[in-house]
């Protein structure tokens, strides 16, 4: 298995940009997470899924953030319109079970200028 | 809110000795933590889980102690090498994983 897999690794905007994350779990992994790490703050969760619906959302910012898992394959993390203090490492993590560990993906940087 | 602190943001030691980062927690009973490894550039890697009712838990060089009545975890590299050189990531379990911020670890050779 390739693990999971996250794109783009980096992307560069400018303030109000849309910006899309996109995050491929490891098959048969039931539960997914969006994660965004800064050096201030630690790594923060933001939002995760169960069997592709949404459990819990309390993490994300606020409604200029939004996530999507539309197949048990597929979730995007969308930021619109997009600001400075939204600059830091995005990651997407994957676990199968109630239990069982988080694989994490290497990843996305984003810069907002 | 819980709450968990790591100790020290950052730890240098000499390569051979052995290691001990802190994780500390406040309003909460987690069933169980785990410890995660990242290098830079990487998303975390899972290292070791344990259990509220295992006090103890080994894997190779490391060693993980969890005192639920201090609210603690004390992770432990022994005969560190360079290698281990990274940061060291917390988390309790709950609905979701809630982390700390980590400690950097440095081993000097």
């Known amino acids: 298995d390739a693990g999971v897999i996250q794109s783009p690794r980096h992307e560069v905007t400018e303030m109000g940009q849309e910006v899309t994350l996109r995050c491929k779990p490891i098959?048969?992994?039931?539960?997914l997470f969006w994660y965004r790490q800064t050096m201030m703050r630690g790594l923060e969760l933001l939002i995760y899924f169960n069997n592709n619906v949404p459990i819990d959302d309390s993490g994300m910012p606020e409604d200029r953030f939004s996530a999507k898992m539309p197949n048990a394959s597929f979730s995007t993390l969308k930021i619109q319109p997009s600001e400075p203090r939204d600059s830091a490492v995005y990651f997407c993590a994957t676990r199968a079970g109630r239990t069982d560990t988080q694989y994490f993906g290497p990843g996305t940087r984003l810069t907002v200028l | 809110s819980q709450k968990i602190e790591q100790n020290s943001e950052a730890l240098n030691i000499q390569e051979g000795k052995t290691a001990t980062l802190t994780c500390n927690y406040t309003?909460?009973?987690?069933?169980?933590l785990q410890w995660y490894r990242q290098d830079p550039g990487r998303g975390p890697v899972f290292l070791l889980l344990?259990?509220?009712?295992?006090k103890e838990k080994r894997k190779e060089r490391l060693k993980v102690t969890f005192d639920t009545t201090l609210k603690q975890s004390l992770f432990h590299i022994t005969a560190s090498q360079p290698a281990d050189s990274a940061t060291y990531l917390c988390a309790l379990d709950g609905n979701q994983f809630y982390f700390g911020t980590g400690t950097s670890l440095t081993v000097i050779p």
């Open positions: 344990i259990r509220e009712n295992e």
């Open positions: 098959s048969g992994h039931d539960y």
């Open positions: 309003n909460y009973s987690p069933a169980y």
